[in-house]
């Protein structure tokens, strides 16, 4: 087991920034579970020192709740784990490759846009009444598999059976979309 300690050397050139100082002063990295732990310091409440940051929250995230220039802010704890890895912040999302939110090993994160992002997603938004990723059930019975493609909404087809919609959507999505791993 290998816990990582990042210091100012490690910064590979870049400036340092304020807030790699300020998460580096308080955490340390477990490479290998991904996880982050509060640093046995002053700045840390007794309570806290030596256990897993975080909380999660209702979308299944590990966020961070800390006070920084006198607010409570809160990052989540997969971005924090990208600024102790890469001295900087990710530029824009950052997407769990195995779909799962709390696993935050450096690995299985990788920097993407919004829309790569929404490529991985592995189950149906709560307002889909099927519950079922790409597929929508027309008025005559049938169901309809439908794909977005840069910013546009495709029609795969019509199909007598969810499974059949379905599977025509997983071919689609694993076939056009770059970001997918299901």
Not at 148 to 167: E, L, P, Q, R, Y
């Amino acid at each position: 087991l290998r816990l990582y300690r990042f210091d100012a050397e490690l910064g590979r050139g870049m400036a340092m920034n304020d807030d790699f100082e300020f998460f580096n002063e308080r955490l340390f990295y477990n490479e290998k579970t991904g996880e982050l732990h509060w640093r046995n310091i002053e700045i840390v409440g007794c309570s806290a020192r030596g256990k897993i940051a975080g909380t999660i929250n209702k979308k299944g995230y590990r966020v961070l709740c800390v006070k920084k220039n006198g607010k409570l802010k809160q990052f989540k704890a997969h971005r924090v784990v990208w600024l102790l890895v890469n001295c900087e912040w990710p530029i824009d999302c950052i997407d769990h490759i195995n779909g799962d939110k709390q696993d935050n090993r450096i690995e299985n994160l990788r920097e993407s846009t919004i829309s790569q992002n929404n490529q991985n997603i592995r189950s149906a938004l709560v307002t889909n009444r099927l519950g079922v990723l790409g597929v929508s059930q027309q008025k005559s019975g049938n169901y309809r598999a439908f794909i977005c493609v840069n910013g546009f909404k495709k029609s795969i087809g019509t199909f007598d059976t969810i499974d059949k919609a379905s599977n025509a959507y997983m071919q689609k999505k694993r076939e056009s979309h770059e970001f997918c791993t299901i």
